[in-house]
């Protein structure tokens, strides 16, 4: 149980490198969500269908402009509104530690370290769980 939202939080994790995605997963599960982790926006969709996550992680290899494109596909796909978060991990968008927020509650992140990137996952998903 995550204590930080009151609930088990379901993550899907949308990475497609399997050594990375495999990690993220484990580092997460052993923060206590629960875990989902796919390679692309088809298997993300039809894991969305069987079982929505609280917060969708995407971390795709790709020009910036194509992965907010392919982040945005899997949340209509999906049939997910805009209550569902979606954090992007990227090495190309943002300057070094920093993050920012998109319109259409999308997060754009690129943590120095897994500490930070638990950390927006735990701010993130609070303000979902109050809008819930």
């Known amino acids: 149980m995550n204590g930080n939202t009151g609930h088990t939080s379901r993550i899907l ?9 495999d990690s993220i997963k484990e ?4 923060d206590g969500y629960q875990v989902d982790a796919v390679p692309d926006e088809d298997e993300a969709q039809d894991k969305i269908e069987r079982n929505p996550p609280d917060l969708i992680l995407v971390s795709l290899d790709g020009l910036p402009e194509d992965v907010f494109a392919s982040a945005r596909r899997i949340r209509q796909r999906g049939g ?4 569902t ?13 920093g993050e920012e927020e998109l319109k ?9 370290n897994f500490n930070q990137l638990r ?4 701010r993130v998903l ?7």
């Open 80 to 83: 997910l509104t805009e209550l």
């Open 27 to 30: 580092l997460l599960k052993s």
């Open 13 to 21: 994790v949308v990475e497609d490198v399997q050594e990375t995605r």
């Open 85 to 97: 978060p979606i954090v992007i991990f990227s090495l190309d968008t943002v300057p070094e530690g």
């Open 104 to 112: 259409g509650n999308i997060h754009v992140t690129m943590p120095d």
């Open 119 to 122: 950390a927006l996952l735990t």
């Open 126 to 132: 609070r303000a979902a769980s109050r809008t819930h």
